[in-house]
């Protein structure tokens, strides 16, 4: 098996009195922050144990939530205590301070409501918000959630996932709805995740609320397994075909130069 970053010389030392359960649950969790899942034997083989200690090692993290085994495949993968340990973090890391200023200077210039968005699973959830100063216009979205194949957001960071990511992300063909526009089969969504490929920007025309259009571009992930984008919502009496191109390229800008803050 290929080296995992678990493998790697800690710049710690040692602990006095390690721990060999502890050790191996967080080399576990190392390997999956590397992979898009774990098999029993592929655990058992990396560990160097028993395939029965290694179902209870992944028992006790199931347990916890921080995996969660797939009804089909019985591949485990990432569990909500792990995804909203990563998402804690994030709240308090500087990245929102950091991108705060880019939210702020797309508000400036287009006057519209302007999002920070994550993808926890198949769920969007709004950080960072800026509304806009004008009378009629969308209300934030801060600390909502909602499902991701519903809005632009959403769109705009499943389509860095491969095919095969994102039919284990959604093993259903039906989807969660939220109005009687959004994407109701993970077909449809793969369609329109190609088309936010080929444009580099997402688009919502009344998908999560009625009256609602907006578009989307996330940052590469460039290996970090949480993803983010920025997103502009508008009354969808203000926006027409060239305002999408308009405020894409814009968005497809920002990310441009925001990306370069993160790194």
Known sequence: MAKSVA????????PQYPIESVDNALKVLLLLGE???????DVAQYLAVASSTAHRLLAMLQYRGFIRQDSRSKAYRPGTALTGVAFGILQRFDVRETLRPF????????????H??????????FIDAVESPRAVRVASR??????????????????QFTQDEVRRLFPEEELETLTSNSIRSRTELEIE??????????????????????????LPTDGSPV?????VAVPISRMNRSDVRR???LLVATVQDARKLLH
């Open 103 to 114: 939210l702020e200077e797309l508000n400036r210039e287009i006057a519209e409501t302007v």
């Open 35 to 41: 992979r898009d899942e774990l098999r029993l034997t």
């Open 247 to 249: 405020i894409g390229e």
């Open 142 to 159: 801060l600390g909502q959630s909602m499902p991701a194949n519903c809005t632009s957001t959403g769109k705009a960071l499943l389509a």
């Open 7 to 14: 493998d790697l010389p800690s710049n710690e030392p040692a």
């Open 227 to 231: 993803g983010l984008a920025f997103n």
């Open 193 to 218: 995740l190609e088309a936010v490929r080929r444009r580099g920007y997402a688009t919502s025309s009344e998908e999560s609320e009625e009256g609602v259009s907006s578009v989307a571009v996330a």
């Open 116 to 125: 920070l968005g994550i993808l926890d699973g198949t769920t969007v959830r």
